[in-house]
C-alpha cells in the first residue's frame, strides 16, 4: 500500500524558512520522480517542484525558483523541500506525490501525479 505523509509545515514569519519531509513507503522509492504541490485557500493545487528519480534533475515553479530546493533521500525513502525567505503567498497546504513519468533532461515536463493526495502540510507565513 502505497503512503505518502508529509511533515515539516508550520507557522513561519516573512522572510523565514521550512524544511517540509515526504515519508514514502510501499513502493520502490527510488524508480519513481517525485513532485510538491501546494493548495492555497480558494485557489487549486498547483506543482511547486519535481525531482527525478535519482534526484539530478529538479524544476520549479516560476514563483518559487530562487527561493525552494527540492531534494531526496533514496535510501531513507524520504523527499523534501527547503524553503528559504518565505513570502505570505506560499501560505498553503503542500503535498507530495509520484510522478507517472520520468523527469529528463531539458524536455517539457507535464506533471502526472500517481496517487490520491494526502493530508499534507500547512504553511503559513505571516507576521
Known amino acids: 500500500q502505497v503512503q505518502l505523509v508529509e511533515s515539516g509545515g508550520g507557522l513561519v514569519q516573512p522572510g523565514g524558512s521550512l524544511r517540509l519531509s515526504c515519508a514514502a513507503s510501499?513502493?520502490?522509492?527510488?524508480?519513481?520522480?517525485m513532485s510538491w504541490y501546494r493548495q492555497a485557500p480558494g485557489h487549486e493545487r498547483e506543482l511547486v517542484a519535481v525531482?527525478?528519480?535519482?534526484?539530478?534533475?529538479?524544476k520549479y515553479a516560476d514563483s518559487v525558483k530562487g527561493r525552494i530546493t527540492c531534494f531526496r533521500d533514496n535510501f531513507k525513502q524520504t523527499l523534501f523541500l527547503e524553503m528559504n525567505s518565505l513570502k505570505p503567498e506560499d501560505t498553503a497546504v503542500y503535498y507530495c506525490?509520484?510522478?507517472?513519468?520520468?523527469?529528463?533532461?531539458?524536455?517539457?515536463?507535464?506533471?502526472?501525479?500517481?496517487?490520491?493526495w494526502g493530508k499534507g502540510t500547512q504553511v503559513t507565513v505571516s507576521t
Open positions: 510501499g513502493f520502490f522509492f527510488g524508480n519513481y520522480a
Open positions: 525531482i527525478s528519480s535519482a534526484g539530478h534533475i529538479t
Open positions: 506525490n509520484r510522478e507517472r513519468f520520468e523527469l529528463v533532461g531539458d524536455a517539457d515536463y507535464t506533471s502526472m501525479p500517481l496517487d490520491s
